[in-house]
């Protein structure tokens, strides 16, 4: 069981596709299985944060990606652990997103958020891109 004290460093990748994002869905074999989130990962020792963010991307979904800028920053504290999240814009260099960890991914637009059960720790963020357009890259 992890330290709930010591917190996780995890980042995410919010990707734009014609007004929509990228979220995928939590296989039902991990903590938090079945809800949505966006993909990402824990950062690894030796690892800086964009280079975590690349490596996840590749892992979960096969596509090289160009990291951006950061879109928010949050901690959130689950029963088993604390998470520092950073979410970078990311976009897709090359690749099409495979589902090689997850059991759904798909684009969706800001309005479409309330049809989805997303990880606790992502309510923040769900809630600025209730305001955005999608233009962000």
Do not use: S
Request: net charge negative.
């Amino acid at each position: 069981m992890e330290d709930t004290d010591r917190p996780v460093d995890v980042v995410a990748a919010l990707i734009w596709d014609e007004g929509k994002f990228l979220i995928c869905r939590r296989p039902p074999n991990k903590a938090r299985g079945g809800l949505y989130e966006f993909v990402g990962g824990k950062v690894e020792p030796g690892e800086t944060k964009e280079q975590a963010l690349v490596r996840e991307c590749r892992e979960e979904l096969d596509i090289r990606i160009g990291v951006g800028d950061v879109y928010m920053e949050l901690v959130h504290r689950y029963p088993d652990m604390r998470v520092d999240l950073t979410l970078y814009n990311a976009r897709i260099l090359a690749g099409e997103p495979k589902m090689l960890e997850h059991t759904d991914i798909r684009f969706i637009a800001p309005e479409e958020i309330p049809q989805y059960d997303f990880c606790p720790a992502d309510e923040a963020i769900l809630r600025k891109l209730r305001g955005a357009r999608g233009d962000k890259t």
